[in-house]
């Protein structure tokens, strides 16, 4: 199983930006979908996750600002950023726990995608 983020990039304060993973491989099911970010030198934190119950949860930061969702026919997850402030910027990875045709469910993370709020 492979993951894949997509759709940082550098925004000015206010903007908005979209985040995209997708999975692929041997996925049977997707039980988590979620975004974590990272500044150098900090502990990975979360930002998001949505269970397959497709009821989400945030973090203070991210409540009322950003919007996680799910395709599960894309087996993809989606962050919606709006009212991006600098101190959003940071490189945000995505995370799943898939249960593969084996059975056993495995954590994954993409690899990654910057993004910057800077005017």
């Known amino acids: 199983v492979q993951l894949q983020a997509s759709g940082g990039g550098l925004v000015q304060p206010g903007g908005s930006l979209r985040l995209s993973c997708a999975a692929s491989g041997s996925v049977f099911s997707i039980n988590l979908m979620a975004w974590y970010r990272q500044i150098p030198g900090k502990p990975r934190e979360l930002v998001a996750a949505i269970p397959d119950s497709r009821i989400p949860n945030y973090a203070d930061s991210a409540l009322g600002r950003f919007t996680i969702s799910r395709d599960n026919a894309k087996n993809t997850v989606y962050l919606q950023m709006n009212s991006l402030k600098p101190e959003d910027t940071a490189a945000y990875f995505c995370?799943?726990?898939?249960?593969?045709?084996?059975?056993?469910?495995?954590?994954?993370w993409g690899q990654g995608t910057q993004v910057t709020v800077s005017s």
């Open positions: 995370r799943m726990v898939v249960a593969t045709t084996s059975g056993t469910p495995t954590t994954y």
